[in-house]
């Protein structure tokens, strides 16, 4: 078993930034093109740029750099790059803490529970079997 989250940003209670718009950014930074960033997400240009628009508008923040006429592509802004590269931070901490803290510490302890508890034995001896191991299902709080 593993612990499985998902991160994203809000403002004010709604969504602002998450994987999709990370995703998105970072294929415009590979590839120098919305319009391609788009097709390798298999979304259409005009879903691509909404998504665009509504994270510049809601953080009044320009994050990606227009090209004359669409001709020249699309580039993050400085303020794009860092977005993306906080983002980056913020998920290789929440990975870090899931892996090596107390989440982990908690999981594993989960898991010895679950063992003991399993119902690979009869059912009647399941039942007791945490006063039997003196393991109890509270999770500890350290």
């Known amino acids: ?39 390798r997400l298999e979304m259409s240009y005009r879903a691509a740029w909404g998504k665009i ?21 699309a580039h993050l802004t400085e303020a794009g790059l860092a977005v993306l590269a906080y983002f980056e931070r913020i998920q290789n901490e929440m990975d870090r803490l899931i892996a090596k803290g107390p989440v982990h510490e908690l999981m594993t302890e989960m898991e010895t529970y679950i063992k003991v508890q399993s119902r690979s034995k009869p059912l009647s001896k399941s039942r007791d079997a945490s006063k039997n191991t003196g393991i109890t299902p509270t999770p500890s709080r350290s």
């Open 1 to 39: 078993m593993k612990v499985a989250y998902k991160v994203w940003l809000e403002k004010q209670g709604s969504p602002v930034f998450g994987k999709g718009i990370y995703h998105m950014l970072m294929l415009v930074r590979e590839t120098g093109s919305l319009h391609k960033a788009a097709e």
């Open 53 to 73: 628009r509504s994270f510049e508008k809601t953080l009044d923040l320009e994050i990606l750099e227009r090209g004359r006429h669409g001709r020249t592509g």
